[in-house]
């Protein structure tokens, strides 16, 4: 009897040990992704459901500057975060002394002139002012515009990914670009139409309402290498979780629900199947 007792117990152990096992090998993996609010978390929350088919439970932390998802990245408070692009995240790298990676591009979001007085760069006056956010990495976006428009040149030389706007050789027009303000607050200045032209991140200009394609007086193309990207702790762009991430939302199905849903504001950086 006690021989058969114990045969059961050892049976028992042993069914225990392997149903456990068998929950965490087929328990989901979380992972909390930092996200500015539009396009971004909207992206996300589209790709939660397939996400969780392929046994990945996403949470989204919500960001509304471009300060902190870095910081909470690098202080391993979030496992990604998805707001920003390659010289952004360079340039955070180079002055923080970190060491996030991009894990994959996903889409661009064209940089925009708006402008209440003007339809267009060209129409901008003598002694323009134009108001820009003080985001560094995005100040080469902003010179290509305006030297596209014929308005400015640039020093021999410049590269853009590095630009200031210490780099204009000429300015025709002797237009003033003020640049201190923060990101999230150009709609708002735009809106109080003190400028002759205020530059928006489309993030923020989706936000407010805008409509890149229809209200800006001058956009970014789509050959811009400034696309928003998936980014991580150095290694962890080889985690599985991380590389099902990046596969869904540069799937096709993915791309295409954002160009129906935000029909140019955003554009998806290639694909995958």
């Known amino acids: ?19 456990g096992a068998n929950t965490v090998a087929n328990a989901d993996t979380t992972i909390t992704v930092g996200a ?7 992206i996300l ?10 046994g990945v439970n996403l ?40 060491t996030l990676v991009d894990a994959g591009d996903i889409h661009l979001e064209p940089i925009g002139v708006y402008s209440k007085k ?9 002694n323009a002012k134009v108001y820009v956010s003080s985001n560094v990495s995005d100040y080469g976006r902003v010179l290509k515009l305006f030297k596209d428009a014929g308005l400015i040149t640039l020093k021999k030389g410049t590269k853009l990914e590095t630009a200031t706007f210490n780099d204009i050789k000429t ?22 139409n003190e400028a002759d032209a205020t530059v928006i991140n ?15 007086i001058a956009l970014e193309k789509k050959s811009s290498p400034y696309a928003n990207l998936i980014a991580v702790q150095k290694g962890d762009q080889k985690k ?3 590389k099902k991430l990046v596969k869904v939302l540069k799937s096709k199905s993915t791309q295409k629900w954002i160009n129906n849903k935000y029909k140019g504001a955003v554009l998806p950086v290639g694909s995958q199947k």
């Open 1 to 19: 009897m006690k021989k058969l007792t114990g045969i059961l117990t050892a049976t028992i152990a042993a069914a225990a040990l392997f149903l």
């Open 59 to 98: 949470k989204i932390k919500v960001f509304d500057d471009y300060i902190m998802p870095n910081k909470a990245l690098a202080n391993g408070e979030i496992d990604a975060n998805y707001f920003q692009h390659i010289p952004f995240l360079k340039d955070w790298n180079k002055k923080n002394h970190g």
């Open 240 to 242: 599985p979780a991380i």
């Open 36 to 42: 500015s609010a539009a396009p971004h978390a909207e």
């Open 202 to 216: 489309s993030n923020y200009a989706v936000q407010a309402g805008l409509k890149p394609t229809k209200d800006a």
């Open 45 to 54: 929350r589209h790709v939660q459901p397939q996400l969780k088919k392929e």
């Open 171 to 192: 300015n025709k027009r002797n237009i003033t670009f003020k640049h201190t303000f923060e990101a999230k607050l150009m709609p708002k200045l735009y809106e109080s």
């Open 118 to 126: 003007y339809k267009s760069l060209k129409k901008l006056p003598k």
